[in-house]
């Protein structure tokens, strides 16, 4: 499905800064990476470190201020504003903490909502479902789902559209020990079986075990982490 | 509208709320809509049934009750015959009594004198028209206080006795007073003070010498619009068209003041309120929305999505209200000038809507402004 010789997401020098005069902070420090189609990268470091811009940044949801981003060959920061919403939709897959789904939506209109952004009317939310372990519970809503639960959803949800790139928000963040393994598992999972990239900013060292390639951020700059799992 | 049906659905206890303040508001205008056709009618049907274009009043006449305040002879009355574009020019007098039929009904009536075969003669429902000097054609809802034909109606004071002839079609009431339709010279006679205990005769009119009435009611020619103001300088008249003639009929302008202010008012407090409810609304799933526009869904898609749940919640209980209120006016008691008509509470309700719609649309316009990085990070 994927070109596998054309790297998922390229970032190259990227420098990112936020807030104003004395409060600016370099969130991103020269970063550069490569993350190719099939592969699981963590991210892990402090809060406040820039896992979270470099999400940002890697999702069009931002622009660095110098440096480039190239997802599966696009350079992001070439695109408007609305194309960048659009190449999302079609491109890149979130997960976010908790899930962040919406609570009036049972699991199987989640995925749907999201196949009809994009406008794709015939999704399989069955297959997709079962995929993530979730099919027994396609007719619940997020209030009546377990944080696991809702994460999985969350990720199936991000699914949707066939994405060649996967960005994953502290997905274990309200996990206890046990879920978040099940959780990355079925990320890697995913990302061995589909092809699709994965990218996952965590500060949860437990889970790294299942993940292909580990880098480590401190105040913005990306490196090999000192203590390798 | 899938997003938004789900979340009518799921939030339905906030959305109820919301409408039934909505439908309580379109119970209220529909209720005034009535009211204010009501008092309209009672007020001025008499007048909006008249064919003229037109009333000339005598010149400086005060603007309210100017019907009855005012005096015109014979030469104001020549003056507008001959005037360019004016088909017809008759004289017609304005007054109010008060009487009481032989079964003791007391009953106050807006006398209309009118020339038997003129233009303002009134088409009868039942009965004759205007034509015997003691003859009166009567409002239509007269019927039901028990007035028929044949009733004679002896007028306090003068003890003349007039005989109900015919009933108008339809309502024609003159500041809240059921109009009767004479003879101008039998309203000259009553008004010169000339007349006599009894039904008025053929001999007291011809031995009379009273060239006045109260205005002229003037017909434009078809498609013209005459230069009333050149013929009132000649004339010494004062000429106000007929809905500018509602104006100078008893109360007509400050109850229909009053009333559009209300109804104003209701129209503002339902855009502001349906306003401040989506405000809420959006801002309480603020962070829903960074979500989907971080997943690519475009600002258009969720503004339309937002107007669409909007429109429903304000379509259904505006029309939810509205049936209410229609419910409720058809129970009115008849002492109440109430009148159900289709087109002020048609457009009653689109204005409910439209101004529900656009609080509705300010409010949700922020979604446009709402940054999909909140989708990051943190919970809420």
Redesign the interface.
Same mark, same amino acid.
């Not at chain 1, 919403?85 to 079609?90: A, E, G, P, S, V």
């Not at chain 1, 919406?102 to 939506?105: A, M, V």
């Given at each position: 499905m994927n070109d596998v010789t054309t790297s998922a997401l390229e970032v190259a020098n990227a420098v990112l800064e936020l807030g104003d005069g004395d409060s600016r902070v370099r969130a991103l420090d020269d970063v550069s990476l490569t993350v190719m189609p099939g592969e699981l990268l963590a991210v892990v470091g402090p809060s406040g470190s820039g896992k =979270?811009s470099l $999400? *940002?940044i890697s999702?069009a !949801? *931002?622009r660095p201020d110098s440096g480039t981003v190239r997802v599966h060959g696009t350079e992001l920061s070439a695109l408007s504003k @609305?194309a960048a919403?659009?190449?999302? $939709? &079609?491109n890149?897959g979130?997960v976010?903490? @908790?899930g962040?789904l !919406?609570? =009036? $939506?049972t699991a199987t %209109?989640q995925l749907? !909502? /999201?196949g &009809? $952004? *994009?406008g794709n009317r015939r999704i399989d939310t069955h297959a997709l479902l079962d995929s993530v372990g979730m099919a027994h519970r396609a007719g619940h &809503?997020p209030g009546q789902l377990s944080g696991g639960e809702r994460q999985r959803v969350g990720i199936a949800?991000a699914l949707v559209n066939a994405p060649s790139l996967l960005l994953v %928000?502290e997905p274990t963040a /309200?996990l206890d020990r046990r879920r978040s393994h099940e959780v990355v598992q079925l990320l890697a999972e995913r990302a061995h079986g589909s092809g699709v990239a994965v990218v996952m900013v965590t500060h949860d060292r437990d889970v790294l075990e299942h993940c292909d390639r580990v880098l480590e951020m401190i105040d913005g700059r990306l490196g090999v982490p000192a203590l390798q799992h | 509208m899938f997003l938004a049906l789900r979340e009518l659905r799921f939030a339905r206890g906030r959305f109820a709320l919301m409408g039934t303040v909505i439908a309580l508001i379109s119970v209220l205008v529909v209720l005034l809509s009535g009211l204010s056709s009501g008092l309209v009618n009672d007020g001025v049907s008499g007048l909006k049934a008249l064919p003229a274009t037109a009333f000339a009043f005598d010149e400086g006449t005060m603007k309210d009750n100017a019907f009855s305040r005012s005096v015109v002879d014979d030469d104001q009355l020549a003056a507008w015959h001959d005037a360019d574009g004016i088909a017809e020019a008759e004289p017609m007098g304005v007054n109010i009594v008060n009487g009481v039929t032989a079964d003791g009904i007391q009953v106050d009536l807006t006398l209309f004198g009118i020339e038997p075969d003129g233009f303002l003669a009134p088409a009868v429902s039942t009965g004759r028209g205007v034509g015997a000097v003691d003859g009166i054609v009567v409002s239509e809802p007269l019927r039901e206080q028990g007035i028929e034909l044949g009733t004679v109606v002896t007028l306090d004071r003068l003890d003349v006795e007039l005989t109900v002839v015919g009933f108008t079609q339809g309502q024609a009431t003159f500041g809240h007073v059921d109009v009767a339709y004479l003879p101008l010279d039998t309203w000259r006679l009553l008004a010169a003070g000339a007349s006599e205990p009894g039904a008025p005769t053929r001999q007291q009119i011809d031995s009379l010498d009273f060239p006045f009435a109260s205005v002229v009611a003037l017909l434009a020619e078809d498609g013209v619009s005459p230069d009333f103001a050149a013929t009132d300088d000649s004339a010494g008249t004062t000429t106000m068209t007929l809905t500018e003639a509602f104006n100078a009929s008893p109360g007509y302008e400050a109850e229909t003041l009053t009333l559009s202010m209300i109804q104003i008012f209701l129209y503002a407090i339902c855009a502001l309120v349906v306003g401040a409810f989506f405000t809420v609304w959006t801002i309480q799933r603020s962070h829903d929305i960074a979500v989907l526009r971080a997943m690519g869904a475009s600002s258009r898609y969720l503004l339309r999505d937002s107007l669409a749940q909007a429109a429903i919640l304000l379509v259904s209980f505006t029309a939810i209200g509205v049936a209410a209120g229609v419910g409720m006016g058809a129970a009115m008691p008849d002492a109440m000038p109430f009148a159900l008509e289709l087109e002020p509470i048609a457009l009653a309700s689109c204005l409910t809507i439209g101004l529900g719609l656009l609080g509705a649309a300010v409010a949700v316009v922020r979604i446009a402004r709402i940054d999909p990085l909140r989708a990051l990070g943190g919970q809420r």
């Open positions: =979270s $999400l *940002a999702g !949801l *931002a @609305s919403t659009r190449f999302r $939709l &079609r890149i979130f976010f903490q @908790s962040n !919406l609570p =009036s $939506l %209109d749907r !909502l /999201a &009809r $952004l *994009a &809503r949800r %928000d /309200a | -």
